[in-house]
């Protein structure tokens, strides 16, 4: 059973930087699909990025040119550096991992999340 305990989170001003991390269990990181997603009060979960097997990149929009995913396979660790944060990426953040290398529409392994609040 594949385990995905997220750090990292925390309050910052707007424009602040953070980085979240994601610890895996298992050999997963650098072989299956993984992710990293949020949900804010009131609002529907959404994908901000993922990263498959042979590392191919994805963003959401509204992230695109502040976030980086990146992973390091040696520590089984996923990553997520937050630039230029804005108070619309105040949410919980959750890391996810899918059951092969490529990605799919429901993944099967998920953290229980790490809190991003950013203030104006």
């Known amino acids: 059973q594949v385990q995905l305990v997220e750090s990292g989170g925390g309050s910052v001003q707007a424009g602040g930087s953070l980085r979240l991390s994601c610890a895996a269990s298992?050999?997963?990181?650098?072989?299956?699909?993984m992710a990293w997603f949020r949900q804010a009060p009131g609002k529907e979960r959404e994908q901000v990025a993922r990263m498959s097997g042979p590392g191919g990149t994805d963003y959401a929009d509204s992230v695109k040119g502040r976030f980086t995913i990146s992973r390091d396979s040696a520590q089984n660790t996923l990553y997520l550096q937050m630039n230029s944060l804005k108070p619309d990426d105040t949410a919980m953040y959750y890391c996810a991992a899918g059951d092969n290398w490529y990605c799919p529409d429901d993944f099967a392994f998920w953290g229980r999340g790490t809190q991003v609040t950013v203030s104006s």
């Open positions: 298992g050999n997963i990181v650098g072989r299956n699909c």
